[in-house]
């Protein structure tokens, strides 16, 4: 009913840039909260950022200042801009949205992407 796309992925060199997006389709009567999450090989998912329909935004401890979290509501799409890339950003970047269908527009179900590869070569 749902479908959640990232792209934007790839290789990059540490300092370098890459922008993520994020691109909602479907069912879809509203989206409340949207984030990007990212998982490593061995290691645990974790959230890297998180943003509201108001726009309000939240991030890791390990991405402030670098990353910027952004989303079009009209487009039903989530940016994720990544400067100062490093090493230990490289991982699978998830997107997920709290969304609501037009069948049932007064509940929320969270849905993820698939996700893209962030690979930074040091």
């Known amino acids: 009913q749902v479908q959640l796309v990232e792209s934007g992925g790839g290789l990059v060199q540490a300092g370098g840039s890459l922008r993520l997006s994020c691109a909602a389709s479907?069912?879809?009567?509203?989206?409340?909260?949207m984030g990007w999450y990212r998982q490593a090989p061995g290691k645990q998912r974790e959230l890297v950022a998180g943003?509201?329909?108001?726009?309000?935004?939240n991030y890791a401890d390990s991405v402030k200042g670098r990353f910027t979290i952004s989303r079009d509501n009209a487009k039903n799409t989530m940016y994720l801009q990544m400067n100062s890339l490093k090493p230990e950003d490289t991982a699978v970047y998830y997107c997920?949205?709290?969304?609501?269908?037009?069948?049932?527009?007064?509940?929320?179900?969270?849905?993820w992407g698939q996700g893209t590869q962030v690979t930074v070569s040091s």
């Open positions: 943003i509201t329909s108001g726009g309000s935004t």
């Open positions: 479907g069912s879809i009567f509203s989206i409340n909260a």
């Open positions: 997920n949205a709290d969304v609501a269908l037009l069948a049932y527009p007064k509940n929320y179900f969270r849905y």
